[in-house]
């Protein structure tokens, strides 16, 4: 017959161990809860930045947008008829370069949160260069409004 002794050296893990399940488990759980507030935060900062290169995008095609309407219209361009700031109204009426303008800002507020834009002509001797820039807030108002500037010639 084995003595006490020799009984409590073959089976001494049930004595020892108890509750030592539980605390484990709940160690797990929180290193889990914390691994998954992590992959949140990263989704969200990925769902910022790809909303920031969608306005990007589109502020890049609008900018491109105003001057094919330029060249469509090359002569009335070079005349400044195109030439608008940032801040200011499409000019009314129903010339080409008027209807370009007011589809061309229409097109910026709808499209672009507190979109704007301008056209800037600069006459250089023979070469006429325009500058368009595009401007929005893509900061939720904490920082200043972004701007796309892009400079052609016609």
Sequence with gaps: MPSPAHR???NPLPFR???IGLIEVLIAAFIFA????GLARLETANFRNNHGA???SQAMALAYDIIDRMRANR???LEGDYDIDIGDDAP???TVAATDLQEWKAGLADVLPAGDGSVTRAVAGPVTRFT???QWDDSRSEEDPLQFAI???L
């Excluded at 914390?34 to 507030?37: D, N, S």
């Design 8 to 10: 409590h050296r073959q």
């Design 17 to 19: 161990q108890r509750g």
């Design 34 to 37: 914390i691994g998954l507030l």
């Design 54 to 56: 969608q306005l990007r």
């Design 75 to 77: 002569e009335r361009a």
């Design 92 to 94: 009314s009426g129903t």
């Design 132 to 134: 368009v820039i595009v």
């Design 151 to 153: 400079n052609t010639e």
